[in-house]
């Protein structure tokens, strides 16, 4: 089930389209109704007027803020608009500059295309059979080509064959599979044979969840890379900032290169020849990566590790590239990954990966980018009103237990920075304290048992002070910034500021 | 992408299920009409490209047609079975697979036609845009954008015409390729 702050609406389960699929396309132009064309095959058409009026930038600029005003621009303003400094009438040559009071030729009026009066020539309307029966013309164009095919015998023939064909070419993907039917279809090819070069099991659930959010942009395409998204995390109050699709998508990347990096998989600008020969099986892989991004356009080595400032590096560094590079770089990163750690040998996972202010192995960190590859697939799919589901529990548990391990040291953390409020007291390492029992329900859940006073100290039943009952897919959400920890709906006995702690702790784990 | 998956590695066909799911259930589902006979074909289809991945041949075209092909064959053969389960009329089952192959013809069209077409009839189609933003974002006159998209569905038209890929031939496929 799905917590308050995941949306649980219709769209649930089924994919975008997958209702649809079977329905002819009827062409309703544009102009007609003047929302472009709304089908029920997107989901997403309501966002898609107002992504798309910012996102083409060379269709009509000064209505680009304006939702869906180049879908429903009249005609005659979309030519003027899209040639300010050329009117048609200028290609007429012999003109004057008193043109506008001489009768213009006709092939300027058709460019002209005056909203009432369609007055086209056989071979124009011809010509337009293909963008009618694609719904791609005006609703003028449209209705004067329908008029033209109640006399032209020829003419409809085609128009209709042409229709025919659009049909065809609905068939383009499913857009939305079940994402446990990638976990059966792997599993049942495996039955049949076994793989030589396995995926370590860690490294599954983030091969998934970057394959899912691929899924995600090649349905969008390229019309939304500028689209806005709000990004939500918890820095001792709830922060929201807005970012564009792009840009996420590159913080992404630029976070998952710190994996890169630690595998040895750095481009020019580090010492290759120095890394320690513990990391052999890594390293002969690492050669083979290296030559796909070794022409990566930043300076890796010049980066910050820190996520956030990273981050803000790819950004100044790549703010030029086209979201389709942004998405085939990230995406190239995210299968060597994968790749590189099935060949590294199982000594690899516990390389410690370097984020600046701390450290994971490898195995947790490849989880942690899974858990933010999931988060942020989600805040995109938000921005433009797609249904996007949790991962599959098994995955979904991995992270919920990878937040619950981190959260003694974000709890000791928050001690340090004389965040915590709840009277500690001084338990050496080993030795038993104060616990909090974590009951995570639903897909991926199960029982934590939390040492309070300090990360080290040893947690068992028997110490429990407080017990938290909370979903897996929220206790994700507040563990990602998502929900605030007071807001958290969660079932609480016993000490409530041990719970506070916690809840908050949780919250604190969430980065950018 | 063939040498790694004969190599067996797991990522290889992770890879491989991520590139061509979406496209091997579509056209499934578009045989079958049914989900969960679209999975069962996407298991087979893809545990068959796993165990025998010497079976494409480079030779005979890109990967993406051979796997359309393959699932193609798998789907009629599945819905064959059906026909022999008494499941559907035989006559239910033929118009089926001729659609469905009409369907394929048009898959492979599409594929296959010049790329400028194919680019046309995708910003006109999958992004929703009509002819003059088309034009402006190929960078072409309106009158050139007008003509792809006419010429695009012309050609896709051209899958509706019976005598494309004989069925036999399909089927006979299909019978070699399942266990």
Known sequence: ?512 | MQQRLARGEEAALAELYDRYASLVHSLAHRVMDDDEAADLITREVFGYIWENPDAYDPQNGPMRSWIAALTQRHAVYQLRQYENRGRSTPAEVEARVREANTAARADFIVTSMPTPLRAALELAYRERLDYREAAAGLGVSEDEARRRLRLGLQLLSTAMEPGGRPDASLDQHARRGLR
């Open chain 1, 1 to 512: 089930m799905s917590g308050p702050v995941h949306r649980d609406g219709d769209g649930d389960g089924k994919g975008p389209g997958g209702g649809g699929d079977g329905l002819p396309r009827v062409p309703q132009q544009r102009g007609q109704g003047g929302q472009g064309r709304q089908d029920d095959r997107h989901p997403v058409d309501g966002a898609a007027g107002r992504g798309r009026g910012g996102e083409l930038p060379p269709v009509s600029p000064p209505a680009s803020d304006a939702p869906s005003a180049s879908a429903a621009a009249a005609p005659a303003e979309d030519v003027s608009a899209s040639e300010p400094s050329a009117p048609p009438a200028e290609s007429e040559a012999p003109l004057s500059p008193e043109a506008h009071e001489v009768p213009v030729s006709s092939e300027a009026l058709e460019a002209y295309d005056p909203p009432r009066a369609p007055d086209f020539d056989h071979l124009t309307l011809k010509s337009l059979l293909g963008a009618w029966a694609l719904a791609a013309c005006s609703g003028d164009e449209a209705l004067a080509v329908e008029l033209h095919l109640t006399d032209c015998a020829a003419c409809a023939d085609e128009a209709l064959r042409l229709r025919d064909a659009v049909r065809l070419l609905h068939q383009e993907e499913s857009l939305d599979l079940d994402p446990l039917l990638r976990a059966r279809v792997l599993e049942g090819c495996l039955g049949r044979r076994p793989a030589r070069i396995p995926m370590p099991e860690w490294a599954g659930p983030y091969g998934a969840e970057a394959a899912r959010l691929d899924a995600l942009l090649r349905d969008l395409g390229d019309g939304y890379w500028r689209a806005p998204v709000a990004l939500r995390w918890f820095d001792g109050a709830p922060v929201t900032r807005q970012f564009t699709v792009g840009q996420v998508l590159t913080h992404l990347a630029a976070v998952d290169g710190l994996l890169i990096r630690a595998l040895g998989l750095a481009a020019p600008g580090d010492e290759d020849d120095g890394r320690p020969p513990e990391r052999h099986g890594a390293a002969q892989l690492a050669a083979v990566a290296r030559d796909r991004f070794g022409h990566s356009p930043r300076p890796e080595g010049e980066l910050p590790l820190e996520p956030w400032e990273r981050t803000e590096a790819h950004w100044a560094a790549q703010r030029h590239l086209p979201g389709a590079t942004l998405r085939s770089l990230w995406r190239e990163q995210t299968m060597t990954l994968v790749r590189t750690v099935s060949f590294a040998g199982p000594g690899a996972s516990a390389l410690p990966v370097d984020y600046g202010d701390f450290a994971l192995p490898l195995r947790d960190a490849f989880l942690d980018r899974a858990f933010e590859c999931w988060i942020h697939a989600g805040d995109i799919a938000d921005a433009v009103d797609y249904p996007y589901d949790p991962p599959p529990p098994r995955a979904l548990g991995a992270m919920v237990d990878l937040a619950a391990r981190m959260l003694p040291g974000a709890l000791a953390e928050r001690r340090r920075a004389g965040l915590a409020h709840s009277p500690t007291r001084l338990v050496s390492a080993g030795r038993p304290g104060r616990c909090l029992r974590l009951e995570i329900e639903g897909d991926g859940g199960g029982n934590w048992y939390l040492p309070l006073d300090s990360p080290g100290a040893t947690a068992s039943p028997d110490s429990m002070v407080a017990h938290v009952a909370m979903d897996s897919v929220e206790f994700c959400h507040l563990a990602a910034g998502h929900v605030e920890p007071e807001r958290a709906a969660a079932g609480q006995l016993g000490d409530r500021t041990a719970i506070r702690e916690v809840l908050y702790a949780a919250a604190s784990l969430s980065r950018l």
